[in-house]
């Protein structure tokens, strides 16, 4: 990107703050040796203080490169600098100008840290659409008065704005149709007893279910909201809104039992609730990642529960 992106604007900074990335510059003086910088840096703050003189601030912090917004390697310095001296830092919930120009304004929706420090900023067009630039590419143009409500995208934005994730996040939770080579979300479980008196069951959409209860001592029921995953006894899976664990629902025709955690019927209580109140299937997709995510100990999809999380085993013990 050229320099001509690059956030440079001497805007007043009046609150910059650990945990800011900004710019310093070329008015501003190094700590140690008060010498005046002689290009703008650009800092990772970990450390504010007031200096001895009205108006200054000491700031301290890791400085990155400004053209990459990596760490630079280079130790933790310190610095000696007026408000005039900072740009202002980017936060969450502010308004910036990306790359594509003045006339184009997208609201900060996170600000996550990658490899070798590098902060992207995702960004929320007023198209709806969700895009994902370096911090470094964008400049301030705006701040909330206001922390803004959380929507169903689990970020934070005004309610009735356009947003791909909110719609995602809408997305109804389903299981796939259990007959071969369909796409379509299944909607009935069809059940039956094979020549083994074993219990057998397939989550099926409308046409398929059709089909397969023609056939004799088949049944169905409807498949339960929030079903995620189908077992081939019938045990339906999905995840509870409360506590983010797999909770399973034993294949039933009349009333069922309640979803629990284990075959132990304690389980059926969620530890997450006051009161020993029952587990509750997430039925949106949303909902349902935002449970997993606060459940689960690194991926979503391959990490393990908190609870059986090793380090916390360690700590207790």
Not at 103 to 124: F, K, T, Y
Not at 137 to 161: M, N
Not at 220 to 241: I, N, Y
Request: with cysteine.
């Amino acid at each position: 990107m050229p320099d001509a992106l690059f956030s440079e604007i001497k805007l007043i900074n009046p609150d910059t703050q650990p945990g800011d990335r900004v710019t310093i510059f070329t008015g501003a003086r190094h700590a140690d040796t008060l010498a005046r910088l002689t290009e703008p840096v650009q800092l990772d703050v970990t450390d504010v203080e007031a200096a001895p003189k009205p108006a200054i601030v000491r700031l301290t912090g890791q400085p990155c490169d400004r053209h990459t917004g990596h760490w630079t390697g280079e130790p933790t310095a310190t610095f000696l600098a007026a408000t005039k001296d900072l740009s202002v830092p980017v936060r969450v919930g502010d308004t910036v100008t990306p790359p594509e120009g003045p006339d184009v304004a997208a609201l900060v929706l996170a600000l996550p840290q990658r490899h070798l420090g590098n902060v992207e900023a995702v960004l929320l067009y007023p198209t709806g659409a969700v895009s994902t630039l370096r911090l470094h590419w964008v400049a301030h143009r705006d701040r909330a008065r206001a922390p803004l409500p959380v929507q169903l995208c689990g970020y934070r934005h005004r309610a009735g704005v356009p947003c791909d994730w909110c719609a995602v996040a809408a997305w109804p939770v389903t299981t796939p149709c259990q007959d071969k080579g369909c796409l379509l979300s299944a909607a009935t479980l069809v059940h039956w007893t094979d020549v083994q008196n074993t219990e057998r069951a397939k989550a099926l959409c409308p046409e398929h279910a059709s089909i397969a209860l023609q056939r004799e001592g088949r049944q169905g029921l409807p498949l339960a909201r929030g079903t995620h995953e189908v077992s081939a006894t019938g045990t339906q899976t999905a995840t509870c809104a409360h506590c983010g664990h797999p909770i399973h629902r034993a294949l039933h025709r009349k009333g069922g039992p309640a979803w629990m955690a284990s075959p132990d019927p304690t389980s059926a209580q969620c530890p997450a609730t006051d009161g020993g109140g029952r587990h509750k299937p997430t039925v949106t997709v949303g909902p349902r990642n935002r449970a997993v995510t606060g459940a689960r100990c690194g991926r979503a999809d391959t990490g393990h529960l908190l609870a059986d999380c090793p380090a916390r085993t360690e700590e207790r013990s």
